[in-house]
């Protein structure tokens, strides 16, 4: 199973509650240059697809983001859910040394 998404990188000054508003679930991806992280965002829709297929840690994707022209292949590394509702709220990806 080939598994590919695409995310755009956060805007700058964006707060969290406003891009889940808005249909966006925000995340950040380690290891893809060393120890610097970058500030993401992904569809919520996608990610609900995503988490139905992948499980934490063990399954490997391709993750394409657009604003930075990185593709590479990721883990997920967290999945932050909302205490009452169980939708996700965060998202933690991890790129492996492949990618």
């Known amino acids: 199973m080939e598994l590919t998404i695409d995310c755009k990188k956060r805007p700058e000054g964006s707060k969290p509650n406003a891009l889940r508003r808005s249909g966006l679930i925000p995340a950040n991806l380690y290891g893809h240059k060393g120890s610097e992280s970058v500030s993401l965002v992904v ?13 934490v840690n063990k399954t490997e994707f391709e993750l394409n983001v ?21 939708t996700p709220y965060h998202l933690s990806f991890f790129a492996s040394s492949k990618g």
């Open 43 to 55: 569809d919520a829709k996608t990610v609900e697809q995503l988490l139905k297929k992948a499980r």
């Open 66 to 86: 657009t604003d930075l022209d990185w593709r590479g292949t990721t883990v997920i590394r967290e999945v932050q859910t909302h205490p009452a509702k169980g």
